[in-house]
């Protein structure tokens, strides 16, 4: 008999954002494997919708949560008052440094923190907008029945309430609680509201018959008496994603290196990279004109990033796509020589950041280039862009030893480049194997297997 799945998210196939990707791939290959999915998410009014991920949903019943007109009218007045303030301090990105109290270094800090006022009034009115969603679904959630698991994937607080108040009157199904992001984000969340998160999070550890960790950092911020229900499963990729992609290249007589996705405000920071480059276009190892760096993201993001690239001289070599629809944007990776990640990790938070492009980027065929700030020895990004060899990784900590071996990474791709049009890529397809959605839903099979009640 086909056992039963309620999955609740707030974001799911055909919502065009990296989000959706886990749940919907999750969803996807449950159903290839027997289960029945059924799906409770957040009703978007963009336009863009991710053709991929709403072929994989096909035949999946969705029920939306809806924001009520008294929240709209709420935030539009909200928003009204407050972007003014906002906006001057968004802009100034010289205005982001500040002393880090667990470190003692001058450290990047994204909107939220650096102006930790503002930041918590966004918050709450973000926590605001979550339980208001969770109103429009609430009679639906006392009356679902006949489900063998619950499953809610925690970005942001809906999934959160739907899920707590869903095992309020079914406590007999299990209850999986899946963080693809934390809750409390070290870099993130305001120290006023904090405390909001970490109570969250300490609600979660209680209650859940099961906890899902997108990282083993994450997994080990789980205090000891409740670490026997925690289980890590990563992010991860499909291949037939990638299926009748134009594999032409861009440009043919340029090197060309692209970055999909989110600049997170600035901490993500590719600035070394670029430093390295224009070392090598000092010493001659690499001409300018031969280079290209291709940016694929909102245009606040893309300023980012040719900030990043104008404090070495290289903003005139930076290309913008604009916002791109996911398929659009695994062509512009297919059509590339080289793929960019930048993260941060801290090993205060026991780290656990792991971008989920890097394994987007594992199916592109494409040497990969991680630069990772932060003050964490070794992170789990860095450890599989290593195992799989994928590529290189810059890590902060190791800045020196680093620096160079990006250095000549670097200086190897341009002149592989340069004499024969193509760069040699072999990663470990062994280890490339445990991050395929396919193989990561059968690991979620097992782990649903062995909660008891």
């Known amino acids: 008999m086909r056992k039963n799945i309620l999955l609740i998210c707030n974001y799911f196939a055909p919502d065009n954002a990296i989000a959706a990707v886990r749940t919907t791939k999750l969803a996807k290959y449950l159903r290839q494997n027997g289960y029945e999915v059924q799906v409770i998410t957040e009703k978007k009014d963009s336009d863009v919708e991710d053709e991929i991920l709403k072929k994989n949903a096909e035949d999946i019943k969705i029920y939306y949560a809806y924001s009520s007109e008294f929240y709209k009218k709420f935030y539009k007045k909200y928003n009204k008052i407050t972007q003014p303030y906002k906006k001057k301090r968004f802009d100034n990105l010289d205005n982001r440094y500040r002393r880090n109290p667990k470190t003692g270094n001058m450290e990047f800090y994204p909107f939220e923190t650096a102006y930790p006022f503002l930041g918590s009034l966004d918050y709450i009115a973000g926590l605001l907008k979550q339980y208001d969603l969770f109103l429009s679904i609430k009679k639906t959630l006392r009356h679902c029945e006949d489900f063998d698991y619950v499953i809610t994937s925690y970005g942001d607080a809906f999934s959160l309430f739907a899920g707590r108040y869903f095992h309020k009157y079914h406590k007999e199904t299990p209850w999986i609680f899946d963080i693809r992001d934390a809750i409390y984000r070290y870099k993130f969340t305001p120290c006023y509201v904090a405390w909001i998160a970490k109570m969250f999070e300490k609600q979660i550890w209680k209650d859940a018959d099961c906890v899902l960790g997108?990282?083993?950092?994450?997994?080990?911020?789980?205090?000891?008496?409740?670490?026997?229900?925690?289980?890590?499963?990563?992010?991860?990729?499909?291949?037939?994603?990638?299926?009748?992609?134009?594999?032409?290249?861009?440009?043919?007589?340029?090197?060309?290196?692209?970055?999909?996705?989110?600049?997170?405000?600035?901490?993500?920071d590719l600035s070394v990279l670029f430093q390295a480059i224009r070392e090598a276009i000092n010493k001659n190892d690499i001409q300018q004109e031969r280079l290209e760096f291709h940016y694929a993201g909102n245009d606040s993001a893309y300023e980012i990033f040719k900030s990043q690239a104008q404090k070495y001289g290289l903003e005139k070599n930076c290309v913008t796509h604009g916002k791109l629809s996911r398929k659009e944007s695994l062509q512009l990776q297919q059509q590339s020589d080289v793929l960019l990640v930048a993260s941060y990790d801290y090993q205060k938070n026991q780290?656990?950041?792991?971008?989920?492009?890097?394994?987007?980027?594992?199916?592109?065929?494409?040497?990969?280039?991680?630069?990772?700030?932060?003050?964490?020895?070794?992170?789990?990004?860095?450890?599989?862009?290593?195992?799989?060899?994928?590529?290189?990784?810059?890590?902060?900590?190791?800045?020196?030893?680093?620096?160079?071996?990006?250095?000549?990474?670097?200086?190897?791709?341009?002149?592989?480049?340069?004499?024969?049009?193509?760069?040699?890529?072999?990663?470990?397809?062994?280890?490339?194997?445990?991050?395929?959605?396919?193989?990561?839903?059968?690991?979620?099979?097992?782990i649903m297997n062995q909660i008891e009640k």
């Open 351 to 446: 780290g656990g950041v792991i971008t989920g492009k890097a394994l987007e980027y594992m199916t592109a065929k494409k040497p990969v280039i991680a630069i990772i700030t932060g003050d964490i020895e070794q992170s789990e990004l860095a450890d599989i862009i290593r195992t799989t060899k994928l590529g290189i990784v810059y890590e902060d900590v190791h800045k020196k030893e680093d620096y160079e071996k990006l250095y000549a990474y670097i200086y190897r791709l341009y002149k592989e480049f340069v004499e024969t049009g193509e760069i040699e890529h072999k990663p470990d397809e062994n280890e490339l194997r445990k991050y395929d959605y396919k193989n990561l839903s059968k690991r979620l099979i097992k």
């Open 214 to 268: 997108v990282s083993k950092g994450i997994c080990k911020r789980v205090p000891l008496k409740y670490r026997k229900k925690v289980h890590c499963l990563t992010n991860g990729y499909d291949k037939s994603d990638r299926n009748h992609l134009n594999t032409k290249r861009l440009n043919p007589s340029k090197l060309v290196f692209t970055y999909t996705g989110s600049m997170y405000g600035g901490i993500q």
